[in-house]
């Protein structure tokens, strides 16, 4: 239990750090949020807790392909607020768009033998 509650901790405190950071410097902050910090812990904790090599190389190969998916939400989103959308709005609405994304790339990807 003390395990699962320093890997919240350690993954709640980048949040933490990542919102305090863009509240004083927006594009620092977007800089730190970009870096694959998230994932890294994921995959330390992953092979800590199972150093199974084909379920590591399994989820880096599955992570780079959700990425993908997910970055027009990045773009969408400021673009929804430029235009005088409410922040709930268009974050529901770039989150809408990622989860039709992951889904597409999902369904494009096994047409190809690729399982997610």
């Known amino acids: 239990m003390a395990y699962l509650l320093l890997k919240a901790a350690l993954s709640g405190l980048i949040i933490a ?10 594009g620092f902050g977007a800089l730190i949020a970009s870096l694959p910090l998230i994932s890294v812990l ?3 904790w992953l092979w800590r807790d199972t150093q ?8 880096s190969t599955a992570t780079f392909w959700f990425v993908l998916p997910s970055l027009p939400m ?11 959308m409410g922040f709930w709005s268009a974050l529901a609405i ?11 790339m999902v369904w494009a990807l096994g047409q190809f033998g690729v399982r997610l």
């Open 17 to 26: 750090i990542v919102s305090e950071v863009a509240r004083r410097a927006p």
């Open 74 to 84: 990045f773009l969408v989103i400021p673009l929804l607020l430029n235009r005088g």
């Open 52 to 59: 199974d090599v084909a379920r590591m190389a399994h989820h």
């Open 42 to 44: 994921g995959m330390i």
């Open 94 to 104: 770039g989150c809408g768009l990622t989860v039709m994304l992951y889904l597409a």
